[in-house]
């Protein structure tokens, strides 16, 4: 086993892309929003590679490669001819067992454990997973790649960037979010799947919520529960990793799929996979709290607000006006 660690070795960024949107009615990852018409993901990407990132893997269905390479990839290359662009598939019948019997009429991959699964064929080095439709800020892609330029690449010591719960809220409606326990050493202990998180008016306090459907068709949030702090720091989906996780994945999905799956719309959560990881001595967590602004596009409604954040990076000069120029 080698103990030399990273720092010859560039990491690589995999980026999340496979979803299927369903809240947000249309292909998010790849709608303009930038004032150039950048998507959301070319501002991660273009962090990543100022942060020393050398390979940009995009996870993605296979009827999405052509949009891929004409709103994103070649713009990169273009740029960036020294950094790496590669694809993963991700598919329902991806990495399953031959005698598993596929769900009828399931045609929704299996959640985000699976997705990072698709990529191990493509993916060597240390990497950082993010979600393509969230935009994390320069900081967090640094500290991740601080982190993994310190591990080897056999390690099992990851890292996440948890954010503040109310910094990751939504005015149009209530989002997932993994609340974070960690211990004396900063080390992330558990992550608890939160649904429907909301921040109510009577209190101004952000609960765990019941959604009901009213008379006129649309929702009504009864919280339920004790109220959550603001600044809990929660996941979202931004890991420093190793390739060593692949073998545990496949085994956590393999058992997932003998419990759940036959279930209508299960999916296998890499937060929860991780958890699982560190439940079992297998793997430790490092967490790095910050108090920076995420912001992302669960809603439709949420894009235009993402369009003034960025012209406002932008005209602060965060950002240059076209990424890519």
């Excluded at 969230?134 to 640094?142: N, P």
């Excluded at 085994?251 to 996979?273: N, V």
């Amino acid at each position: 086993m080698s103990h030399l660690t990273n720092r010859t070795v560039k990491p690589a960024l995999l980026v999340l892309a496979a979803g299927m949107a369903s809240r947000y009615g249309s292909a998010k990852q790849v709608e303009p929003l930038g004032p150039s018409n950048e998507v959301l993901l070319d501002y991660a990407v273009y962090d990543a590679i100022r942060a020393g990132f050398g390979k940009v893997v995009f996870i993605i269905r296979h009827d999405s490669k052509a949009v891929f390479e004409e709103r994103v990839s070649r713009k990169i290359r273009a740029r960036h001819p020294e950094v790496a662009i590669e694809y993963a598939f991700q598919a329902p019948r991806s990495f399953l067992p031959e005698k598993f019997v596929m769900p009828a009429g399931r045609t929704k991959p299996w959640g985000t454990a699976h997705a990072v699964l698709c990529a191990s064929g493509v993916v060597r080095e240390p990497f950082c997973v993010i979600n393509a439709d969230d935009f994390y800020g320069r900081a967090s892609y640094q500290t991740i790649a601080g982190h993994l330029a310190g591990v080897r690449p056999d390690s099992l010591e990851f890292a996440m960037v948890g954010y503040q719960l109310e910094k990751t809220l939504s005015p149009n409606g209530s989002v997932t979010r993994g609340i974070c326990k960690f211990d004396a050493g900063g080390f992330l202990s558990e992550i608890d799947e939160v649904k429907k998180l909301v921040r109510y008016g009577d209190d101004g306090k952000i609960y765990d919520s019941t959604e009901v459907k009213s008379p006129d068709g649309g929702s009504v949030y009864v919280k339920k529960g004790v109220a959550f702090g603001d600044t809990l720091p929660v996941s979202m989906n931004i890991w420093g990793l190793t390739p060593a996780i692949f073998p545990h994945l496949r085994r956590i999905f393999r058992e997932f799929l003998g419990k759940s799956g036959q279930m209508a719309g299960s999916e296998c959560y890499l937060p929860e996979s991780i958890g699982r990881l560190i439940s079992e001595k297998h793997a430790t967590c490092k967490l790095f709290q910050t108090d920076g602004d995420w912001f992302g596009v669960t809603y439709k409604a949420d894009a235009p607000v993402t369009r003034e954040r960025l012209a406002s990076l932008v005209k602060s000069g965060v950002y240059p006006m076209n990424l890519w120029a």
